[in-house]
């Protein structure tokens, strides 16, 4: 059975900085694009970044590039975000997934509907 199991949220300040985790089982997806998505309170679901097997060309949605870094670890099946400068617009319970189909598009990659495995979700709150 394929889980994901993401880890890493909590309240934080404004200016602070978390790391998020998420670490997959029952599959390898060393091959897949993997991405974090986010959705905040009475909000549509948002991509936040992907990247691809190679961790090479990482995407970020505007709001977060220069703030937050995406990567993975192929050996042991997990991405990371590291979210840096904190604002209280990034509040919102944030998702892995796991792309299970492929695009010759980049830009396929950027919609949840691409992707067919999603983790529980774990909440960052960022207070002013």
């Known amino acids: 059975q394929v889980q994901l199991v993401e880890s890493g949220g909590g309240l934080v300040q404004a200016g602070g900085s978390l790391r998020l985790s998420c670490t997959a089982s029952?599959?390898?997806?060393?091959?897949?694009?993997m991405g974090w998505f986010r959705q905040p309170p009475g909000k549509e679901r948002e991509l936040v970044a992907v990247?691809?097997?190679?961790?090479?060309?990482?995407y970020y949605a505007d709001s977060v590039k220069g703030r937050f870094t995406i990567s993975r670890d192929n050996a042991k099946n997990t991405v990371n975000l590291q979210m840096n400068n904190l604002k209280p617009e990034d509040t919102a319970v944030y998702y892995c997934?796991?792309?299970?189909?492929?695009?010759?598009?980049?830009?396929?990659?950027?919609?949840?509907?691409?992707?067919?495995?999603w983790g529980q979700g774990t909440q960052v709150t960022v207070s002013s």
């Open positions: 990247i691809r097997w190679s961790g090479g060309s990482p």
């Open positions: 029952g599959h390898t997806f060393s091959t897949y694009r």
């Open positions: 997934a796991v792309a299970t189909s492929v695009s010759l598009s980049a830009s396929y990659y950027y919609s949840d509907k691409s992707y067919g495995y």
